[in-house]
């Protein structure tokens, strides 16, 4: 079984512009969350939906937006970028919104904002 | 709000001695507790997991950890490093309870990076 996907693998950018990020969930899983890991940090939450709804958002400014599709497929967008952007993004996909669902984690996507 | 705080950015140990990487939570419900590794250019894999139950819990590769609420620690333990056990290790939270806005997501500590030495 396919795990969860998330393309691109790496991605570079100037500031300013805007950037989407990818992600496809295990089959059957309805929840998707995403974090920023900034070199040398933990992974810090930025959105999670659940059944194409926004259930949690994280400490982010408002550049940052993402939805669910009918497919449980996900999308973030980042506009005007900052070189603070620079990131490695994860998806992570989990069979439920709920505390005790196990979250599986994406290879992520490597943001690079010159 | 919850936090967690692993001691110890860096952690170098020999092959085959015992690995001990320190994670606390600070949380006046106890959450859920997870460690993950994570292996360069790659994404988090779970190692284990404390939800309810038996508060020793163990995992892959042969790591354990141990819930104890009245330390409000989650160590993560292997009793034999080896070479392929470098890598970095994320202790996280989340809350147990459902109440909106911050359903299901995970807090992390700032990470643990392992050095195996021959």
């Known amino acids: 079984d396919a795990g969860v996907t998330q393309s691109p693998t790496h991605l570079i950018k100037t500031r300013g512009q805007h950037v989407t990020l990818r992600c496809s969930p295990i089959s059957g899983h309805k929840s998707v969350s995403w974090y920023q890991q900034v070199l040398g940090q933990g992974p810090q939450f930025i959105f999670q939906?659940?059944?194409?709804?926004?259930?949690g958002r994280g400490n982010f400014p408002d550049r940052f937006s993402a939805r669910q599709f009918p497919n449980y497929s996900s999308e973030l967008n980042v506009n005007a970028l900052l070189l603070g952007d620079s990131a490695l993004y994860l998806c992570?996909?989990?069979?439920?919104?709920?505390?005790?669902?196990?979250?599986?984690f994406g290879p992520g996507t490597r943001l690079t904002v010159l | 709000a919850q936090s967690v705080t692993q001691l110890g950015s860096h952690v170098s140990v020999s092959e085959g001695a015992l690995v001990l990487l320190r994670c606390n939570y600070s949380s006046s419900v106890p959450p859920y507790l997870f460690w993950y590794v994570q292996y360069p250019n790659q994404g988090l894999q779970l190692l284990l997991k404390y939800t309810t139950g038996a508060t020793l819990v163990k995992g892959i590769n042969g790591f354990e950890a141990e819930f104890k609420k009245s330390e409000t620690s989650f160590h993560l333990t292997k009793p034999s490093a080896h070479m392929s056990d470098a890598a970095e290790y994320f202790c996280?939270?989340?809350?147990?309870?459902?109440?909106?806005?911050?359903?299901?997501?995970?807090?992390f500590g700032k990470g643990t990076k392992l050095s195996v030495k021959p």
């Open positions: 996280a939270v989340r809350d147990p309870f459902y109440y909106g806005g911050s359903q299901g997501n995970l807090i």
């Open positions: 992570a996909s989990s069979l439920g919104g709920g505390g005790g669902n196990e979250q599986f």
């Open positions: 939906y659940y059944e194409k709804e926004e259930r």
